[in-house]
């Protein structure tokens, strides 16, 4: 693993409990881990328990004991370690948005296709029992033919101005705001339940354009530097998007981290000519489902639990209605991850995937700036 704070902590939880609850062929053993501050890096090893660590990424990739690499660190980073470990032929699982431009993403698909490696890229919240529950019925035609999409990504942990500029503030670091932040992962889940993007005409927007520096700590707090120097902001703090689907489908997409009281409200709803479906990630076991056909004056939306044996994942963790958390995300996806390399077989969301979400954000960003509606690039 390559870097140890957020996502970190997430990925490496997700090791360690996978063989608890799943049987895989492939089972992820912690060998290593690398960042450049030796102390914290250390630190990261010794809590988690990974066997060694290292302060420079390239060693990991020139080890003989590593298979997959996996890239945790800030996105303007994934694209060197990626191309690097495919090229060493190393697995490779990468953190979202895959890369900062679609250019380069392109680039990083390339190197793993060409190197044949096995590689994904961590959109988690495809894996919540609820949300792949909510593909089974949309591919079942249970909702028939989909009109709407409304999705909504919405945070508040930078609305107070004396948040500091960290990395995911600073376009050199993130490539993008809440944009390729947040609003990725509504995207991927559009294109995993609705379909691919054919247009956008979108508006982003910036509140507070000057903040004090300083560094992340854990989770989603950070810290600022005490010399007092500010700098200023130089990506979105919401973007508003509205969209047409390849089949016809209308979407209207929100990511921001200005919404009060939001911690990580990350929301939709799918209508369809015979029901409609909601979810909820911070009420993430239940998809609330309308069906047209049920009978006149039973009609309206139910709340399902996914924590019965025939929701998907959800027969390895408890008995139904003992529910599953942000954590489980992960631990799903990484479970297909493990199969894809036991098999040698690619598990989606890969690098592809990838490459076609940064075309929507690309997209996005060129309407804001144009304000047009712009084709996103297949
Ligand atoms: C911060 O906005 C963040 O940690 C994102 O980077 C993650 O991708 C999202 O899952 C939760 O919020």
Redesign the pocket.
């Given at each position: 693993m390559v870097g140890y704070k957020?996502m970190g902590k997430a990925h490496t939880h997700a090791y360690r409990d996978l063989p608890f609850y799943f049987d895989t062929d492939a089972v992820p053993v912690l060998q290593a881990i690398a960042g450049r501050d030796e102390t914290g890096v250390r630190g990261a090893a010794d809590k988690w328990g990974f066997a060694s660590y290292e302060t420079d990424w390239r060693r990991l990739i020139e080890r003989d004991d590593i298979d997959l690499i996996d890239i945790v660190t800030p996105n303007n980073t994934h694209a060197e370690i990626a191309i690097a470990a495919a090229k060493a032929g190393k697995h490779v699982l990468c953190e979202?948005p895959l890369a900062m431009s679609l250019e380069e993403a392109r680039r990083m698909q390339h190197a793993v296709e060409s190197a044949g490696v096995v590689h994904m890229l961590c959109h988690?919240?495809r894996f919540a029992p609820a949300v792949q529950f909510a593909k089974q019925l949309i591919d079942s035609g249970r909702l028939g033919r989909i009109y709407h999409m409304r999705a909504q990504y919405l945070?508040d942990?930078i609305m107070d101005p004396d948040f500091p500029l960290v990395w995911?503030l600073r376009k050199e670091v993130t490539g993008s705001g809440a944009l390729g932040?947040?609003a990725a992962?509504i995207l991927d889940l559009a294109r995993f339940l609705v379909g691919e993007f054919h247009n956008v005409v979108s508006t982003m927007e910036t509140f507070i354009r000057n903040r004090p520096l300083g560094e992340m700590t854990s989770g989603?707090q950070a810290d600022v530097d005490v010399n007092g120097a500010t700098g200023d902001v130089d990506v979105d703090d919401a973007a508003a998007f509205l969209a047409h689907f390849e089949n016809g489908a209308l979407g209207v997409f929100e990511a921001t981290?200005f919404a009060a009281g939001n911690r990580?409200g990350n929301r939709f709803e799918i209508n369809g000519e015979k029901g409609s479906i909601r979810w909820n990630l911070e009420d993430m076991n239940w998809l609330e489902v309308y069906l047209a056909d049920d009978e006149a004056g039973l009609q309206g939306f139910r709340r399902i639990n996914c924590t019965e044996e025939v929701h998907p994942y959800a027969a390895n963790y408890w008995p139904a209605g003992h529910i599953i958390g942000y954590e489980h995300t992960f631990i799903n996806l990484f479970k297909e991850l493990m199969d894809g390399i036991a098999k040698g077989t690619n598990p989606q969301p890969n690098f592809s995937d990838g490459v076609k979400n940064q075309a929507v954000l690309e997209a996005v960003e060129l309407s804001a700036a144009t304000r047009q509606w712009v084709s996103v690039v297949q």
């Open positions: 957020f979202k988690n919240y945070q942990w995911r932040d947040i992962h989603l981290r990580n």
